[in-house]
């Protein structure tokens, strides 16, 4: 659907200069943020308060969901000076909760575990008291690599479940739903102070009572914070974007959401994997 057909809850504006001028220091420090390469809506809104969600271990993915615009291709070198220079952004930016994510790199032993600790001990040590929150790949499963992001001690670590598990064969066919849930059960059982987050997108074609099941799948997992937001289609070659959810049918999702006992629920047409992140552990942590 072109912008043109968006209802009016879903347009988004924002200034362009605020936009560029965080985008070139990302440059200069040769980051990448998943803010430009996924397309977020709310770029402009969190570039002007002068935050960003840094997304490490290069541009390309290797593997190729079909909802996700981030490139797929030729993975890069990891880069050892990469946990520095996100740090060196977060005391630029004077960021008090920092979001890393990343590309999945199944081409590496731990998935890019060490990397993703690397960057939290680097911020810990020039920001101590800055919240760290990590947004994970699924590791293809592996406890030991989830051990190694567990004991650099992050404050938040989520993990997508993106959707339900009936539309997985389309929309992300190389994950599976059930080990994705069980990374969040594990770091849950390995670290119960760390809180746990996951998303998922609305407008593939899911029913709500899908969506129910889901809610109950992810508490059950031990699932602290969850966000919902709509599926917006990167280009033709995607998944097809089946129906835009109205913002009272997100307010019912919210509903059912808080109903289950989640800390935190962030829901609504652009809400995104870390929008109001930091609001999102502060009222986590005020209601535990």
Same mark, same amino acid.
């Given at each position: 659907m072109t912008d043109q057909k968006k209802p009016s809850w879903l347009r988004v504006k924002y200034n362009k200069s605020e936009v560029s001028e965080i985008s070139e220091m990302m440059s200069a420090l040769g980051l990448n943020t998943v803010c430009k390469e996924a397309e977020c809506p709310n770029m402009g809104e969190c570039?002007?308060?002068?935050?960003?969600?840094?997304?490490?271990?290069?541009?390309?993915?290797?593997?190729?969901?079909?909802?996700?615009?981030?490139?797929?291709?030729?993975?890069?070198?990891?880069?050892?000076?990469?946990?520095? =220079?996100?740090?060196?952004?977060a005391v630029k930016l004077g960021l008090r909760h920092v979001v890393i994510t990343s590309v999945t790199r199944d081409d590496l032993p731990d998935g890019g575990a060490e990397q993703f600790a690397a960057c939290v001990r680097s911020i810990k040590r020039r920001l101590p008291s800055v919240a760290v929150e990590l947004l994970i790949p699924d590791f293809k499963g592996s406890n030991n690599a989830l051990d190694i992001v567990i004991a650099a001690h992050p404050d938040v670590i989520g993990h997508n479940v993106e959707t339900v598990p009936s539309l997985y064969s389309d929309v992300r066919p190389q994950a599976v739903y059930t080990r994705s849930l069980e990374v969040?059960?594990?770091?849950?059982?390995?670290?119960?102070?760390?809180?746990?987050?996951?998303?998922?997108?609305?407008?593939?074609?899911?029913?709500?009572?899908?969506?129910?099941?889901?809610?109950?799948?992810?508490?059950?997992?031990?699932?602290?914070?969850?966000?919902?937001?709509?599926?917006?289609?990167?280009?033709?070659? =995607?998944? #097809?974007?089946? #129906?835009y959810i109205t913002p009272e049918m997100f307010e019912m999702y919210?509903?059912?959401?808080?109903?289950?006992?989640?800390?935190?629920?962030?829901?609504?047409p652009l809400v995104r994997s870390s929008y109001h992140a930091a609001e999102a552990l502060r009222e986590t942590d005020v209601h535990s």
């Open positions: 570039f002007k308060k002068r935050t960003a969600t840094f997304m490490i271990l290069g541009k390309y993915c290797t593997r190729d969901c079909r909802f996700c615009s981030v490139e797929h291709g030729a993975p890069e070198s990891v880069c050892p000076e990469e946990p520095e =220079h996100i740090a060196e952004a969040l059960k594990y770091i849950k059982s390995k670290s119960p102070d760390i809180r746990v987050k996951s998303g998922i997108m609305v407008g593939l074609g899911e029913k709500k009572e899908e969506v129910f099941t889901l809610f109950d799948d992810l508490r059950a997992a031990g699932c602290d914070i969850i966000t919902i937001g709509q599926y917006l289609r990167p280009s033709v070659s =995607h998944v #097809e974007m089946k #129906e919210k509903t059912q959401a808080q109903s289950r006992g989640f800390g935190y629920v962030s829901c609504g």
